[in-house]
């Protein structure tokens, strides 16, 4: 079973400021089959990016993703307050089953 | 516009089983495989399985394998998600989303576009 990793645990930015996060896949994934959410409290998930970098309909171009193999990336280029949110990714994979990473919370700081 | 709308909140008892609903509309219910996924307080998401609302073939994940079932009424378009033999870890919220699988220039892609609000399941003696 692939396992997703997601660093940092939480990052603390200004609104303005450019916001970098990281997952990390224990073996490789196509780039086709990862995607992330982004989770504000007491809502449910959003789709923000499937494929690793295809934006999902009505995201802001703020959003974007990037990276293959073992390592992709969601960056935020510049933080608006309604993105202070928890952002996770996730992998379809082995046995056709999906798995998620722990998640990145975005803090004011 | 697409729309999953789920059953109310339940409170049960360990060793009960809950039945959470999720009624579709906006899109056509068989195109699409749904999701379940659950999300205890203050953590991750966890994916249960899906079910192809066409065929009615499952795919649960390894940990819930003989403990969830999932199953669809395609007349009434809902799905449902089964789960037994219920302890307090169980105490979550439970999300049905749409899932997609789409074929661009020989890639494929997966990942789920529209998620429900979410069912609250407390377990609890």
């Known amino acids: 079973e692939i396992v997703l990793t997601q660093s940092p645990g939480t990052l603390s930015l200004s609104p303005g400021e450019r916001a970098t996060l990281s997952c990390r896949a224990s073996?490789?994934?196509?780039?086709?089959?990862l995607a992330w959410y982004q989770q504000k409290p007491g809502q449910a998930p959003r789709l923000l990016i499937y494929?690793?970098?295809s934006r999902a309909t009505g995201i802001p171009d703020r959003f974007s993703g990037s990276g293959s193999g073992t390592d992709f990336t969601l960056t935020i280029s510049r933080l608006e307050p309604e993105d202070f949110a928890v952002y996770y990714c996730?992998?379809?994979?082995?046995?056709?089953?999906?798995?998620f990473g722990p998640g990145t919370k975005v803090d004011i700081k | 516009q697409v729309q999953l709308v789920q059953s109310g909140a339940e409170v049960k008892k360990p060793g009960a089983s809950v039945k959470v609903s999720c009624k579709a509309s906006?899109?056509?219910?068989?195109?699409?495989?749904m999701h379940w996924v659950r999300q205890a307080p203050g953590q991750g998401l966890e994916w249960m399985g899906w079910?192809?609302?066409?065929?009615?073939?499952?795919n649960y994940a390894q940990k819930f394998q003989g403990w969830v079932t999932m199953t669809r009424d395609t007349s009434i378009s809902t799905a449902y998600m089964e789960l037994s033999r219920l302890r307090s870890d169980d105490t979550a919220v439970y999300y049905c989303?749409?899932?997609?699988?789409?074929?661009?220039?020989?890639?494929?892609?997966?990942?789920?576009?529209?998620w429900g609000k979410g069912t609250t399941v407390t377990v609890s003696s």
């Open positions: 989303a749409r899932g997609v699988q789409l074929e661009r220039l020989g890639y494929y892609y997966y990942y789920m576009d529209v």
């Open positions: 906006g899109y056509t219910f068989t195109g699409y495989y």
């Open positions: 079910i192809n609302p066409n065929s009615g073939g499952t």
């Open positions: 073996q490789s994934v196509s780039s086709s089959y």
């Open positions: 494929g690793a970098s």
């Open positions: 996730q992998q379809y994979g082995s046995f056709r089953g999906f798995t």
